[in-house]
Every structure is written in structure tokens, then in C-alpha cells.
């Protein structure tokens, strides 16, 4: 897989959480974070320690410029496995360069190794720049989703 120039991907390791959580935080649609959170350390834990999740970053030098969460999911249905994505980030100054489509392409190939039966993800709907996004990678509009946040 051919990278962006200077960009190279791999496991998060834990000085990248608060540069992870401020890509995060640098969405349109959060609310701004100003240092991860008890609650973000433990959720980074529990993705290293649980061989279903992979946190995966985009990294410039020394700088975290993108980041996703791969998670395995049992699929009773086949007997396998569904890889689901989630939380694809890349900062603003950094997009358009192929960032995101190495992310995602990283993550299909790995999918493959895996033998996962799919490659699923979620994303708001009211975006249209992302469902162009993930229409050019080859993602289609297969199934409705619903979220339920007390």
C-alpha cells in the first residue's frame, strides 16, 4: 500500500492519547477536550490489552495527524468475523492528502488477513463530504443506523 509522502501508520502507543483525543475534539461536532480524561485512559487501555481492537495512527515525524479504531466483531450469522471502523480522524490541515483513504485501505487489508466476512462502519449521515468519501473507497450504503445516547 502506497503512502501519502511522509506519513507513516501504526499502533497507537500511549504518549499518542492526547494528541489522539484532541484530533477527536477538533470535530466539528464535539465539544473541545482540553487533556484526555480518566474515562480516555481507560478506554486506551482496554483497546491494548483486547487483541479485538487495534488503535492505528497516522503519524508525520513525530506528529499524530490521523487515527482509527478497528474492532473485530464475532459474526454468529457466519461463523467469522466483521471488522468495524470507528472514530476515523484526521486533522483539519492535514486532509486531502490521502490520509484517510490509506486509513481505510489499511484497514480493509487487514480485514482481509483476518478473514473478516465485511468491513462496516458507521458515519452521520448529514455529511455528505463523508458518504462521497466512503462511496470512493468502495463502501456502499448497505444498512440504517440508529444510535440511543441517555
Known amino acids: 500500500m502506497t503512502l501519502p509522502a511522509g506519513i507513516a501508520l501504526r499502533d497507537a502507543h500511549p504518549d499518542d492519547l492526547e494528541a489522539i483525543v484532541s484530533l477527536m475534539s477538533r470535530d466539528a461536532s464535539a465539544a473541545p477536550i482540553p487533556a484526555p480524561t480518566a474515562d480516555h485512559h481507560q478506554a486506551f487501555e482496554t483497546i491494548q ?48 492528502r490521502g490520509i484517510g483513504s490509506s486509513l481505510v485501505r489499511w484497514a480493509v487489508h487487514y480485514g482481509e488477513g483476518r478473514d473478516c466476512t465485511a468491513v462496516q462502519l ?3 449521515r448529514r455529511c455528505d463530504r463523508l458518504a462521497r468519501f466512503y462511496a470512493g473507497l468502495g463502501f456502499e450504503p448497505s444498512h440504517a443506523g440508529y ?4
Not at 444510535?147 to 441517555?150: F, K
Open 147 to 150: 444510535a440511543y445516547q441517555p
Open 122 to 124: 458507521l458515519h452521520d
Open 49 to 96: 490489552w483486547d487483541p479485538a481492537h487495534r488503535l492505528i495512527v497516522a503519524v508525520m515525524g513525530d506528529d499524530v495527524v490521523g487515527c482509527m479504531q478497528v474492532v473485530e466483531i464475532p459474526d454468529l450469522a457466519t461463523g467469522r468475523r466483521r471488522l468495524q471502523l470507528a472514530d476515523l480522524r484526521v486533522a483539519p490541515e492535514q486532509r486531502n
